[in-house]
């Protein structure tokens, strides 16, 4: 099991990727001392996790690393990861 913890700094709105996908992204500020805003993401029915919690709110949050290849003819293959929250807990 994979956790970070931050303060809520956005909330973006539901994105409807496709007809049977939909993701919403938001931001957190780790608390170190050089403070990183992390992206991450909520898919499918987890998208409204989120709207419990206001900006500024310390969050804990659980997250599975996902990751895939991206391949364009006659180019190098680039690789994608993505956060995904799937419990989020104020702290």
Not at 75 to 86: G, H, M, S, T
Request: glycine share 4%; proline share 2%.
């Amino acid at each position: 099991m994979n956790e970070i913890t931050g303060k809520l700094i956005v909330v973006k709105s539901t994105q409807k990727v496709t007809d049977s996908f939909q993701k919403r992204e938001f931001v957190i500020e780790t608390d170190e001392q050089y403070k990183q805003e992390i992206q991450l993401e909520l898919h499918q029915t987890y998208c409204d996790l989120i709207d419990s919690f206001q900006i500024g709110d310390n969050l804990k949050i659980q997250i599975n690393v996902k990751g895939r290849r991206f391949e364009k003819p006659l180019e190098d293959p680039k690789w994608f990861n993505v956060l995904q929250a799937w419990k989020i807990e104020k702290q």
